[in-house]
Each structure stands twice: as structure tokens, then as C-alpha cells.
């Protein structure tokens, strides 16, 4: 049996006594929360091998019965127990591979959830065996040195800070022309690593970023647009700032570059969502709310931010941008389809939040999937960056000499 390092959660005020007990475990499509009837000090995770499964210990709690836990998903049973007079040990039995990607305990200590993605057999095996690997990606850690328990890296984090936004940035290409502005967005980023690729545990916030960097490029050698990302390096932005960004540099197209992720590691193939209320499907509606949860860190939400003023001016650009996406998603996939696969229904609607700019014509595009084995290495290939790049770059050209025939 193989121990897999973690990281540990922040901890809170410490208590004499362990008081809270596990009030509820909600296991969803990719995530897995529990609940307690008090404060809890901290926790530390640990993915353990033949059987596969994930062990929690939380610092704070004391063994009780466990409430019902849904076995319909990942997890097809769920024990605890005393491990020591402190801390209690929950052991979640996993019905297929998974992995943690990340994880939040709320600031009040009365809830813990641990973002999961589907791995392959081999994929949890090789995580397993890597055990100086880092799960999580944080920030603000309190000890410049973690500190080592029984082979886990144990790393108390701040509490969580308010966003600062950071400066708009550069635009490339030749900035006060009149050239039409493209956004790229790298989807995830910083704490946030998104998707985890079977191909060697890769991140899908290096993917994205990979890949808008050289869609960039390629678009700035045409010579007829102008093109800015709305983050070039590994930096969390909150999901309203992303397109934000967008509309303060009066962008002309906005694309969001991510890479997809499903429980069986057959699934395979790019797909373009464009932004509905109401999903296509509900594939669709659980992207929409896995990505849209990307604000959250620590338990506090990032993204709160007022809406905007609802008007019937608002609605009628939103209508328009929202007719004009489609269109451009019906040009990407024809332009990227010789070289890059797709989905069979490659064109999907969702309430993504990142698309919600009224003005700005927006699409999200994922790549592909990172559970998958060809796609993955499709995707951190400069081949296939070059591929996804040269097709993004055709259906731009093409969609901004559409517009100017059309006036």
C-alpha cells in the first residue's frame, strides 16, 4: 500500500477538544464536500492505492457515524474513525480512478470540498507512486519551509485575501490602429490549476496558456488584428475580470482557451460553447458550473460583484454579441476541423460567466480532454498548438472579413 503526499488545509483558531462531527458528504459530478456541526481546525488528504481510495484526516473533529454518502459517482463507500485524540480519519473508497486538484476549507471551519477530476488506472498509479508531487498549487503560505508528517507535506495557508484586479494588458500587433481587437483568455491559472492530464499529471492552466500564447502569435503574423491575453504568465484572475478585461480594451472578439476533462478516458475531441441561459445539455450545465466555481477560494467567493444595470439596451447587445458568437463558433470548427479532431455535436451552449460580456461576441473553446491519452499529448504538443493556432487563426481572418463585407 502506497501513501500519496498532500497538502494540508488552512487551519483555524485551535480548540482544546475536538467537538465538531461530520454533518453531511456531498459527493457531485466533481467535487466532494462534507459538512460539519462545528468549527474544524484543518485537514490533511492523502490518496492511498489497492484499493484506490482518498483519506481525509481532520484536525478539529471527532469520529462519529458517518451520514448516508451517495454512491452513485466516484465514490462507492465511505468509513471513519479515531486516528488520534484530535483527529479524525474519513476513508472515501473510490468506484473509478480520481484524483484531487484542489481544495478549500471555508473560513468559518464548517465545510471542506475537494475539487476531483477522473483519472486512468495508470494515471492514479503513476500519481500514487510520485510521492514528492504537489497536489495543490496555493498561495500565501504562512511557513517558508513546509513542514513533513509521515511522508505529507503539511503547509498552513493564510486566510483568504481580498482580489486586487491587476493593470490591462499590453496589446500586440500595433496598438491605436484601427485593426480589430482579439482578447485571448488561458483559462484557470496561479491556485487554480484546472483539468489534470493522464499524460504525466500535466495542468490544464499550462495547456491553456501554451496554446493562447500561440494562438497570439499567430494571429499577430497575419498583420490584421490586434491581440492581447488576459494573462501571459501563471496568475489567478477572477472570472468577471477575464472578460472585463475584454470590454475595457473595447475588444472585438474574446476566446477562452481551456481543455475538458469526463469520467471515462474514451472521450475525445474539441468542442465551442457559446452562452445560454439554458444548457444544451447537461454535460453542458456541469462544465459550466465547474468552471464558474473557479472564483471560489478558501470558501469565500472572488466573484461577488455587483451586476450590471439590466436594461433593454442590455438585452439587445447581449442578444446580438450572443448571434455573432455562433456564427464565429460555425467558422472556428470548419477552419480547425482538418487538423484538429472535434466533437460530433462540437457546438454548445452553457451559462459560462466568463462569456457574459453583453458587447464583446465571446466563445469558449476546449481544446480537448485532458482525460483522454491522444488528446492530451495532442494538446501539450507544439504540433498541436500549431494545428489549434492555424485554425483559430483562419476562422478569425475569416469572420473579421465577413464583418467588413457585411458593412
Not at 62 to 68: C, S, Y
Not at 351 to 369: H, I, M
Amino acid at each position: 500500500m502506497t501513501l500519496f503526499a498532500a497538502v494540508a488545509l488552512a487551519l483555524l483558531a485551535p480548540s482544546t477538544a475536538p467537538a465538531a462531527t461530520i454533518s453531511a458528504v456531498d459527493v457531485g459530478y466533481d467535487s466532494l464536500t462534507l459538512r460539519f456541526d462545528d468549527a474544524v481546525e484543518g485537514a490533511r488528504m492523502f490518496l492511498l492505492d489497492e484499493p484506490q481510495r482518498i483519506a481525509l484526516d481532520i484536525v478539529g473533529a471527532r469520529a462519529a457515524k458517518l451520514p448516508a454518502v451517495a454512491t452513485d459517482g466516484f465514490v462507492s463507500r465511505a468509513r471513519g474513525g479515531q486516528r488520534d485524540a484530535d483527529t479524525a480519519r474519513v476513508v472515501f473508497d473510490l468506484a473509478t480512478p480520481t484524483i484531487v486538484t484542489d481544495a478549500a476549507l471555508a473560513t468559518d471551519g464548517r465545510s471542506l470540498t475537494l475539487s476531483v477530476a477522473p483519472a486512468s488506472k495508470r494515471s492514479f498509479a503513476e500519481a500514487v507512486r510520485e510521492r514528492a508531487r504537489t497536489l495543490f498549487t496555493q498561495v500565501g503560505f504562512r511557513n517558508a519551509s513546509p513542514a513533513t508528517e509521515n511522508g505529507a507535506i503539511v503547509v498552513p495557508l493564510e486566510p483568504a485575501r481580498p482580489y486586487v484586479p491587476y493593470a490591462a494588458p499590453p496589446i500586440r500587433g500595433g496598438r491605436g490602429t484601427n485593426r480589430p481587437l482579439v482578447v485571448i483568455d488561458p483559462g484557470h491559472g496561479g491556485h487554480d490549476p484546472g483539468a489534470i492530464s493522464v499524460y504525466g499529471g500535466r495542468k490544464e492552466k499550462d495547456a491553456a496558456l501554451a496554446i493562447a500564447r500561440a494562438i497570439r502569435d499567430a494571429l499577430v503574423a497575419t498583420g490584421r488584428v490586434r491581440v492581447a491575453l488576459t494573462r501571459d504568465d501563471d496568475r489567478f484572475l477572477v472570472l468577471q475580470e477575464r472578460r472585463e478585461i475584454a470590454r475595457r480594451l473595447k475588444a472585438d472578439l474574446f476566446i477562452s482557451i481551456h481543455a475538458d476533462s469526463a469520467p471515462a478516458d474514451l472521450a475525445r475531441g474539441a468542442s465551442i460553447y457559446t452562452l445560454s441561459e439554458v444548457a444544451s445539455d447537461q454535460v453542458a450545465a456541469r462544465l459550466a458550473a465547474r468552471e464558474n466555481r473557479s472564483d471560489v477560494l478558501n470558501g469565500v467567493n472572488l466573484g461577488n460583484a455587483p451586476p450590471d444595470v439590466s436594461s433593454i439596451l442590455v438585452d439587445l447587445a447581449q442578444r446580438e454579441s450572443m448571434n455573432m458568437s455562433s456564427s464565429f463558433a460555425t467558422l472556428m470548427q470548419r477552419e480547425m476541423a482538418p487538423s484538429v479532431p472535434f466533437r460530433s455535436s462540437y457546438h454548445r451552449f452553457a451559462a459560462f460567466a466568463v462569456l457574459k460580456a453583453p458587447d464583446v461576441p465571446s466563445v469558449l473553446l476546449e481544446t480537448g480532454y485532458m482525460s483522454n491519452i491522444e488528446d492530451s499529448k495532442f494538446l501539450f504538443s507544439s504540433d498541436g498548438r500549431a494545428a489549434i493556432a492555424d485554425g483559430v487563426t483562419s476562422a478569425v481572418t475569416a469572420y473579421f472579413a465577413r464583418r467588413m463585407a457585411s458593412r
